[in-house]
């Protein structure tokens, strides 16, 4: 029962991710960007086939762009998206009176 | 303890994840093998991922047209966006492949029949999902900041 369910919910991704991929072939068939020049069409087609160590700086280069990007998402969205507290536009009730009369 | 299995499973899981986000941005420094390997592998995932956050993506479907917080509703845009350029990415990267397609289906492609104007969308795309995984990765901070505390407090007590 428990595969059937996990087996439905794949396929429906796989349905989606389907029609996402329709869409994507329709854009990429209707566009026509000009090309770039052909040292970069040359250096694209002939990416080296083995890991190359000397280039781990790039990848840490965009370790750190990803956590730049998810400090300024992060104070974007703490500023944007949390509600306001709920006190927020009411008045300060400071229980002077109560405190008066307990005096 | 199947709940922490379940997390644990989910917490390195993401790790995984954002950590070939960064690797597939560098061709020169994977490889072009590894980078149409691992590129082949986020499908299975990304599909992972999805499965194991299955309740929330019902929860909000569900509530999408109804009540919803700007938070929710914009966490459920982000992700919806995120699942579609990266379908995209992965299809563009499937067109141009030069090594892991050619390897699973037996064509012989050589470098100069690649299709420049997918070989671009690819790139775009790739780029696009730099920022969306950190807009993902920062609206949902508190959840990975909670799964960070819980996994490792499991392998303190283990270790204890």
Same mark, same amino acid.
């Given at each position: 029962m428990k595969v059937v369910r996990i087996f439905s919910r794949l396929m429906l991704l796989l349905f989606i991710a389907a029609a996402f991929v329709g869409l994507t072939a329709i854009y990429g068939s209707s566009t026509h960007p000009a090309l770039p020049n052909a040292l970069y069409q040359e250096e694209q087609r002939h990416e080296p086939s083995s890991p190359e160590v000397g280039y781990f700086s790039q990848f840490v280069g965009y370790g750190i762009m990803l956590a730049v990007f998810c400090y300024a998402g992060r104070m974007l969205f703490r500023l944007r998206l949390n509600p306001a507290p709920h006190g927020e536009g009411q008045p300060i009730v400071l229980g002077l009176r109560g405190n008066n009369r307990r005096a | 303890?199947?709940?922490?299995? $379940?997390?644990?499973?989910? =917490?390195?899981?993401?790790?995984?994840? %954002?950590?070939?986000?960064?690797?597939? *941005?560098?061709? $020169? #420094?994977? @490889? /072009?093998?590894?980078? +149409?390997?691992?590129?082949?592998?986020?499908?299975?995932?990304?599909?992972?991922? %999805? %499965? #194991?956050?299955?309740?929330?993506?019902?929860?909000?479907?569900?509530?999408?047209? &109804?009540? *919803?917080?700007?938070? +929710?509703?914009?966490?459920?845009?982000? !992700? #919806?966006?995120? =699942?579609?350029?990266?379908? @995209?990415?992965? =299809?563009?990267?499937? /067109?141009?492949?030069?090594?892991?397609?050619?390897?699973?289906?037996?064509? $012989?492609?050589?470098?100069?029949?690649?299709?420049?104007?997918?070989?671009?969308?690819? +790139?775009?795309? @790739?780029?696009?999902?730099? =920022?969306? &995984?950190? #807009?993902?990765?920062?609206? !949902?901070?508190?959840? %990975? /900041?909670? &799964?960070t505390g819980n996994v490792f407090r499991c392998f303190r007590e283990s270790a204890l």
């Open positions: - | 303890m199947k709940r922490h299995w $379940r997390l644990k499973m989910t =917490f390195w899981l993401d790790i995984a994840l %954002l950590v070939s986000v960064c690797a597939l *941005q560098t061709v $020169r #420094f994977t @490889g /072009l093998v590894v980078h +149409e390997w691992l590129g082949l592998a986020m499908i299975a995932m990304i599909l992972a991922h %999805l %499965l #194991f956050s299955w309740s929330w993506i019902v929860t909000q479907s569900r509530r999408f047209c &109804a009540k *919803q917080t700007a938070r +929710e509703r914009t966490n459920y845009l982000l !992700n #919806f966006a995120f =699942f579609f350029i990266v379908t @995209g990415a992965i =299809f563009s990267g499937i /067109l141009v492949s030069q090594k892991a397609i050619p390897t699973l289906t037996g064509a $012989r492609v050589s470098a100069d029949e690649m299709n420049m104007r997918w070989a671009m969308l690819h +790139e775009d795309l @790739g780029a696009t999902i730099l =920022f969306l &995984a950190a #807009f993902h990765l920062a609206i !949902n901070w508190d959840w %990975l /900041l909670a &799964a």
